[in-house]
């Protein structure tokens, strides 16, 4: 029997270089893009960057940018997609399109980052709860985009003053997206319900909460912690559904759960979906930030988790809760961080070399709080540390919980 194997898509990306994103953010940003096409099974092939104060209104790029990314696949077939890294109008697909897909040339689809972010999460997602969310996000993302699925068929009735098949056929797909999502949203206010009744009955522990971006390690420092087995891999949002574990450390007890990772420009429809994803942050008594270190911008971004984490805490549907939740900050993957001294004089080379945890621990970085620790979850190192530290923490939240338990713990730790 013949192995049919998998048809691969390839893509070129695009991007723009503004007076707010410099060139070296857009490539950056690209890099993040490329990663997020590989982690979808798409190889990039091609990129595209044009410097404009403002996206084209119309277009997205400039009619010669345009022109040369036609140029470039009637060249280099086959390219299958074209991928932009800001979220594109329904108005600016339907141009782009028009000018990409013409006769004697193959189609390509031409899909944004947050559509590609989509589509990873619909792959992705295992439980019927993480499919529920990403589903309705997904539809709600589609649904002012209908028009040009179905324009051909207007060229199926004539003229005149009545309206064209394809015109029919879209407000027949909107009344039953519609209802689609309006049933997704039921069936999500249920499982929310579900999930605080849970979160409810699992009394009065400590619950502590990992997040971080995505494919910092989170998922890995879950399985050393709880001694568990989450899905891990070096590919992004290899974790959709929280997952909650309970975890001791020396006599003292939490629960520690592990959420899905942010991204820049993390796709509205997504957050609105994943509220219940977020009451886990929301609720929690202590943040665990994981950031990793190795990353070339790692600063970036520490600086949009904290912003999402801020606009979390500010949306929250709990009002009187205290939003200043406590945080530890994990600088991760220290085995893959290199450092770049400043040059001497433009004729030095700049030798990367490796910091040791000592030297870590003397950076700025250091300087952040009390409450930040370098470790690397992939070979255990100073993870004792973090146990410890994470234990003084906890221990500080129970106790002032139980105030009884107190010399309980005096007890245990006198003996």
């Known amino acids: 029997m013949i192995e049919v194997k998998p048809y691969i898509e390839h893509a070129v990306l695009v991007g723009l270089i503004t007076p707010n994103q410099p060139e070296d953010r857009t490539k950056e940003y690209l890099d993040e893009l490329a990663f997020l096409a590989d ?4 190889v990039p092939v091609k990129r595209f960057t044009q410097r404009l104060n403002l996206p084209i209104t119309a277009t997205y790029v400039g009619e010669g940018k345009l022109e040369e990314i036609d140029q470039y696949i009637s060249e280099h077939h086959p390219i ?45 997602a295992q439980t019927s709860y993480a499919k529920t969310q990403v589903e309705m996000a997904h539809l709600q993302y589609m649904l002012p985009r209908l028009t040009r699925m179905w324009s051909h068929l207007d060229r199926q009735r004539g003229g005149g003053t009545n309206r064209g098949m394809g015109e029919t056929q879209i407000e027949a797909d909107k009344r039953v997206i519609g209802q689609r999502i309006a049933l997704l949203r039921e069936q999500l206010k249920t499982i929310d319900k579900q999930m605080a009744t849970q979160r409810q009955h699992r009394g009065k522990m400590v619950r502590v909460a990992l997040v971080g971006y995505t494919n910092v390690g989170k998922s890995t420092l879950m399985n050393l912690l709880s001694k568990s087995d989450v899905f891990a891999e070096n590919k992004l949002f290899a974790t959709l559904d929280t997952t909650v574990r309970k975890v001791t450390i020396e006599n003292l007890p939490f629960l520690l759960s592990d959420t899905v990772g942010f991204i820049r420009k993390l796709p509205h429809h997504l957050v609105e979906s994943f509220k219940s994803t977020l009451d886990e942050v929301r609720e929690a008594d202590l943040l665990i930030h994981v950031v990793d270190i190795s990353h070339p911008n790692f600063e970036e971004q520490y600086n949009v988790v904290e912003q999402t984490l801020n606009d979390v805490m500010t949306s929250g549907r709990n009002d009187d809760k205290d939003k200043d939740i406590p945080r530890i900050v994990v600088f991760n993957k220290i085995d ?3 450092y770049v001294p400043k040059e001497e004089d433009d004729l030095t080379p700049i030798q990367r070399e490796n910091l040791s945890l000592e030297d870590l621990e003397k950076t700025w970085m250091a300087r952040l709080g009390e409450d930040c620790i370098f470790i690397s979850a992939r070979n255990k190192q100073n993870i004792d540390a973090l146990r410890a530290l994470m234990y003084d923490r906890i221990k500080a939240i129970h106790v002032k919980r139980y105030p009884y338990n107190d010399f309980l713990f005096q007890n245990y730790e006198d003996n």
């Open 80 to 124: 299958d997609v074209v991928i932009f890294d800001d979220e594109l109008s329904p108005r600016q697909i339907r141009n782009i399109e028009k000018a990409l897909n013409h006769k004697g040339q193959p189609d390509v689809r031409v899909i944004d980052r947050t559509i590609l972010i989509l589509e990873i999460f619909l792959q992705r």
């Open 336 to 338: 893959n961080f290199t």
């Open 39 to 42: 982690t979808h099974g798409i």
